[in-house]
């Protein structure tokens, strides 16, 4: 990370790939989701690999690591680095979500709100909101929450939500 971000030594991405590899190969579930993001995104100077990218996010999500999971489920929802597919999105959302991961468990909840009328939701309705259903039955509740955003008139909300 330090040639990625140039925190210390001057920032090189060939440099940063190549330790970003080095790590992931040897199965840092950070390096993977943190290089699969930079492939797909063409962030941090690096070139776009889609392939590439996916495949590490993939990998990571598929260890459980809750990032990947969150940017798979985002980009699956926009639709601009990988193909859309709004349901795949929203699976990958709600598993990052049931990790805690802040900004998919807003993401979700926000598309929700929007989907039932109320677009300018605060963050801090909708996190109230959501918490209030992880307190309670939260396997059912995220159930019907994963049901409900998977259906048409929640896509293009969980489309705005994933976006911000």
Same mark, same amino acid.
């Given at each position: ?14 440099q940063a790939r190549e330790w970003l590899e080095r *790590? #992931?190969?040897? /199965?840092?579930?950070?390096?993977? =989701?943190? !290089? $699969? @993001?930079?492939?797909? &995104? %063409? +962030? ?15 990998? *990571? #999500?598929?260890? /459980?690591?809750?990032?990947?999971? =969150?940017? !798979? $489920? @985002?980009?699956?929802? &926009? %639709? +601009? ?15 990052? *979500? ?8 807003? =993401? ?57």
């Open positions: 990370m330090a040639y990625q971000e140039g925190v210390g030594v001057t920032s090189d991405p060939e *790590a #992931a190969e040897s /199965g840092d579930l950070a390096s993977r =989701a943190n !290089l $699969g @993001r930079s492939l797909l &995104r %063409g +962030e941090a100077g690096m070139p776009v690999d889609t392939e590439r990218g996916q495949e590490l996010l993939q990998k *990571a #999500a598929a260890q /459980g690591h809750p990032g990947a999971m =969150a940017t !798979l $489920g @985002r980009e699956y929802i &926009r %639709g +601009e680095n990988l193909e859309q597919d709004v349901r795949q999105g929203a699976d990958y959302l709600l598993k990052a *979500a049931e990790q805690g991961h802040s900004s998919a468990r807003l =993401a979700l909840a926000k598309a929700y709100l929007a989907a039932n009328g109320l677009e300018n939701a605060s963050r801090e309705q909708a996190l109230v909101w959501l918490d209030g259903v992880m307190e309670g039955d939260s396997s059912m509740a995220l159930q019907t929450l994963h049901e409900l955003l998977s259906d048409e008139s929640a896509a293009e909300a969980l489309e705005v939500a994933a976006a911000e």
